[in-house]
């Protein structure tokens, strides 16, 4: 994977991106994981940035947990990306569908559409987003383990705004 290496502020990206075009059937989930794993490991090796195993398990269950959702809600293809950006890993994922996920109330007897409640749960801070034609989540999780540990107040950005643009920050 070719780079350039530039700040390390919170707005500016390492390297080169991943970005991927997935269509198909299930697979796409299981490999969309693969590329997740590969991209950190190879800017892990490529640029020294400190990865822990937390992160690279987060990012994972997190990239599975939205493509499964883009792949089960919204036709046709779906598109990932991955960034880093200062000390966090920005997964991106992009599909057709118009309406904005919601992530519902608990329920223990629900089964199954936990999805976007989980990606709250493990990331730093989520965002979902209107485009022209159909949406992105974005979630962002940290690369390194931090002191106050996982999903406290301490490590999580706070509250949930929501504008006229279509926008809405959750974390």
Known sequence: MGSVTVSQDDTTPYGR????????????IAKARRLAAGF??????????PVSQRALDVTRLVVSELVTNAHKYA????????????????VQVWDS????PVARAADADRVGQHGLEIVMAVAQSVETRRDPVGKRVTARIALSDLPGGPSTP??????????SS???SIG
């Open 17 to 28: 991106p991943l970005r991927v075009a997935l269509d198909g059937d299930g697979t796409v």
């Open 40 to 49: 950190l490991t190879q800017m892990q090796a490529d640029h020294g940035l």
């Open 75 to 90: 036709p046709g293809p779906i598109l990932l990306s991955l960034c880093v950006i200062g000390a966090a890993v920005e």
């Open 97 to 100: 569908g118009p309406a904005l």
């Open 154 to 163: 301490e490590t999580r950005t706070g509250g949930r705004a929501t504008g």
């Open 166 to 168: 279509g926008v809405s």
